[in-house]
T-cell receptor, first 110, second 115 residues
């Protein structure tokens, strides 16, 4: 089993739709979780940290399910500008390597 | 601009040559990471520094790869005897670390093409 798994997509959704991505992780000792956004041929940019209690930032909601070992990202009212690849990141904590998922590609269609 | 910077942005080299990339992290960030990314994949962890100490290295980092962060500020990544399979985007990231948080901020990357 991969350390971090994501559905690579692509997810093609119409403008205004709600879309959700999941990311599963295998290390139960993982402590920090993040979602990054990456546009084509650009560097990843931090979108949100994922807290145990869940967190929301405008149209974006991130949640953590430790029991089932996955994190999720929900995007409401999708905009054309949301088209990008969404990478989940899992950090075991301490001095251990950070693991990125393969990324989920989102294409918002007019 | 106080973000992470990387130089050069693009590098084209012939197989067998050595290349060196530089990363300047955000000021006062203790942690510095190097990643490699190829098309259609997420960034793959290469190595990590806490200040000047290199604390973790991936098995991906063969003996042809070496990284340094001599004064705990900028870092260099050197690839010796480059191979075509080394062609990729090399990304650097920094984070405050410890109580400052684990969020990483990425530089624009160095795109390496080995002919």
């Amino acid at each position: 089993r991969k350390e971090v798994e994501q559905d690579p997509g692509p997810f093609n959704v119409p403008e205004g739709a709600t879309v959700a991505f999941n990311c599963t992780y295998s290390n139960s000792a993982s402590q920090s979780f993040f979602w990054y956004r990456q546009d084509c041929r650009k560097e990843p940019k931090l979108l949100m940290s994922v807290y145990s209690s869940g967190n929301e930032d405008g149209r974006f909601t991130a949640q953590l399910n430790r029991a089932s070992q996955y994190i999720s990202l929900l995007i409401r009212d999708s905009k054309l500008s949301d088209s990008a690849t969404y990478l989940c990141v899992v950090t075991p904590g301490g001095y251990q390597k950070v693991t990125f998922g393969i990324g989920t590609k989102l294409q918002v269609i007019p | 601009d106080t973000g992470v910077s990387q130089n050069p942005r693009h590098k084209i080299t012939k197989r067998g040559q050595n290349v060196t990339f530089r990363c300047d992290p955000i000021s006062e960030h203790n942690r510095l990471y190097w990643y490699r990314q190829t098309l259609g994949q997420g960034p793959e962890f290469l190595t990590y520094f806490q200040n000047e100490a290199q604390l973790e290295k991936s098995r991906l980092l063969s003996d042809r790869f070496s990284a340094e962060r001599p004064k705990g500020s900028f870092s260099t990544l050197e690839i010796q005897r480059t191979e075509q399979g080394d062609s990729a985007m090399y990304l650097c990231a920094s984070s405050p670390g410890l109580a400052g948080g684990n969020e990483q901020f990425f530089g624009p990357g160095t795109r390496l093409t080995v002919l």
